[in-house]
């Protein structure tokens, strides 16, 4: 009965007693499912007294577990890949009952091309294919036993029921850093930059704790999708157990999170392919993430080459570092501050970035973001004491005495050593950020070489171009010392590009095959298809800054006195190889290519 109705027929019947709040009360009893589910869902709790079984029950009890989980068990999804016809019914009344954004999608189909076996019989042709059919996929959050999403969330994001096993997602602890869309083998976290949060399926939890079936169960005209109990299995044993299996064909292997989701099928496949095998798309670009990692990664590396070029003076006797290491230490201040000033840039929700240190425990951006950190506040300390010296002419004498007797004159350059190793872990950190995902294109060696690379290259250019800009404005060093020291890193410095730039003509830009990996053919494809631009410019930037550091060293071979070409050819060195490892990284990022459930691409 309707509030509306009711007036209606109090007023006729002359009624002074009528009582709205109760009769509104009353049919607040009377919810629909999804009217209830929505006021749950809002208020973070159950309303329902656990004896009252829902209406619609009797259509689906025998979907849901008779039972609650023991210790030893959790709540997952069985698909029955027999049953599923791809309608969509789950989709729409996922995107439905959770008020999704237009193209935001929580649960979705894609499909299996099977050959089907004959059954055996005895007869010759058993077990030989008879019959080619499709299979759809139906797809959502698998509930893992080890979430990928859980562990690499810096801000600890989500939870694991653990009565339930289900991982859910707190939107109100997101920063948008979509880390976990790379963590999760299934892409199943789903960004909305309206929101600039990312959300996925929960289960519908607080429809299982009043015994209501989640959306996608309910919805299903042909009973597909059912939740089950799963006995828990998280051992290293089990790990090495799933191997390389898979839930369903084309899928990512099952070891990387130990998803919960079953696909069963009565029928012998005698093999199966996903629908969209071979079909990739060029991903996300993440520039702010390509621009940081660069960016520290040039810092850390002029850190490690002024702290070689003093070894060496030390070693030698001889002033070759000249007065570089104030400026050095500055620009490498510089530089590495713009990095991490870009990463904000990246994240949906960046006034809650300070709660970044949370996941320190089983994150890897985590702990990037705080040793980092550390790493730029030693350097900014380091350069603030070596420039002391310099500032002190400005400075009341009290002020000046106080710094005599408290800093030692070593304490910037202590400092400047003790920056290092944080800014080297800290990169190593960055590095295990993409490794960590599993996929192989990201693999440890790929990301290493490639990190590694622009830390030490791209770091010897710039401390080189500083170098030559630092032998020109002063006049009492030693200028054969640094001719020669400039020369030598200039030859290094071209041997290193090149090796780098030939690592990555192997294993990603060169048009002929020269790999057997499946995948990394695949990412080499899309390369030279989809992202020939980015290709070219790789190769143009290699070819300048090459060139440039060959000018350089001949300039100071046959220059008698220092030359502002040197500084200007160094300088275009370092531009171009700065540039080059930026277009190499946006590589990186667009050219990966990994497993996926089937038919999940679109
Ligand atoms: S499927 Fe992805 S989002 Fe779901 S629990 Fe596993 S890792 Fe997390
Ligand atoms: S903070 Fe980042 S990793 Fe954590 S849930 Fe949000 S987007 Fe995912």
């Not at 949060?197 to 042909?222: F, H, T, W």
């Not at 004159?409 to 960590?436: D, H, K, N, R």
Request: charged share 20%; glycine share 8%; proline share 5%.
């Amino acid at each position: 009965m309707h509030a509306t109705d009711v007036t209606t027929e109090s007023e006729t019947a002359g009624e002074s007693t009528f009582d709205l709040v109760d009769l509104l009360l009353e049919e607040q009893q009377q919810l629909s499912a999804v009217e209830l589910f929505a006021r749950q869902k809002e208020s973070g709790h159950c309303e329902l007294p656990a004896d009252r079984a829902p209406d619609q029950a009797k259509y689906y009890r025998s979907l849901l577990p008779a039972s609650s989980p023991t210790p030893e068990q959790q709540f997952a999804f069985e698909v029955d890949l027999d049953a599923c016809s791809g309608c969509k019914a789950c989709v729409v009344a996922c995107h439905t009952l959770n008020g999704l954004e237009e193209d935001e999608t929580w649960r979705s189909v894609g499909g299996v091309i099977a050959a089907e076996s004959a059954p055996a019989s005895g007869a010759a042709t058993d077990g030989l294919p008879i019959a080619i059919g499709v299979r759809h996929v139906t797809t959502a959050c698998h509930h893992c036993e080890d979430p990928g999403c859980l562990n690499g969330c810096p801000v600890k994001a989500y939870d694991k029921d653990p009565v339930t096993g289900i991982v859910r997602h707190l939107d109100d602890q997101c920063i948008g850093c979509k880390y976990c869309t790379m963590m999760c083998p299934y892409e199943v976290p789903k960004y909305s930059k309206r929101l600039g949060i990312v959300r996925k399926c929960d289960m519908c939890y607080n429809r299982l704790a009043v015994g209501e079936a989640p959306a996608c169960v309910q919805s299903c005209p042909n009973e597909a999708i059912e939740i089950r109990l799963v006995d828990r299995s998280l051992t290293e044993a089990d790990r090495k157990a799933a191997g390389s299996r898979t839930m369903v064909a084309g899928a990512p292997s099952s070891s990387l999170t130990l998803p919960t989701t079953r696909y069963v099928s009565q029928a012998e496949w005698n093999g199966a392919a996903a629908m969209d095998l071979g079909i990739d798309e060029v991903s996300e670009s993440h520039w702010p993430l390509a621009a940081l990692l660069v960016a520290t990664q040039i810092g850390v590396g002029m850190v490690l080459w002024d702290r070689v070029s003093a070894l060496i003076s030390l070693v030698a006797g001889n002033d070759i570092s000249g007065g570089a290491t104030p400026v050095l230490a500055l620009v490498a201040l510089l530089v590495s501050g713009i990095g991490l000033n870009l990463a904000p840039l990246h994240l949906g929700q960046p006034l809650r970035a300070w709660r970044v240190f949370l996941g320190l425990r089983t994150s890897w951006l985590s702990r990037e973001a705080v040793v980092l950190g550390k790493f730029v506040g030693a350097l900014a300390l380091a350069c603030l004491l070596i420039s002391l010296p310099s500032i002190q002419a400005w400075l009341p004498e009290s002020i000046n005495e106080s710094i005599e007797n408290y800093i030692p004159t070593w304490a910037g350059s202590a400092l400047l050593w003790a920056s290092l190793p944080l800014g080297v872990v800290g990169l190593y950190c960055s590095a295990m950020i993409y490794i960590a995902t599993g996929r192989i294109w990201w693999r440890f060696d790929r990301t290493m070489v490639r990190f590694a690379g622009t830390f030490i290259v791209v770091g010897l250019i710039g401390t080189l171009a500083v170098a030559a800009l630092m032998q020109l404005v002063r006049n009492d060093a030693d200028v054969e010392a640094s001719s020669l020291a400039l020369m030598l890193g200039s030859i290094a410095a071209l041997g290193l590009v090149t090796a780098k730039f030939v690592y990555e003509w192997r294993v990603q830009l060169a048009p002929s095959r020269s790999t057997d990996d499946a995948i990394d053919l695949r990412s080499r494809r899309l390369t030279i298809r989809s992202l020939s631009k980015l290709r070219g410019a790789r190769i143009l930037a290699f070819g300048i800054s090459a060139a440039s550091l060959l000018v350089a060293t001949i300039v100071i071979v046959t220059a008698d006195a220092p030359t502002p070409l040197v500084g200007m050819a160094l300088g275009t060195a370092l531009v171009a190889a700065a540039g080059g490892d930026m277009v190499e990284r946006l590589l990186y990022f667009m050219a990966v290519v990994h497993d996926r459930m089937p038919g999940i691409h679109r």
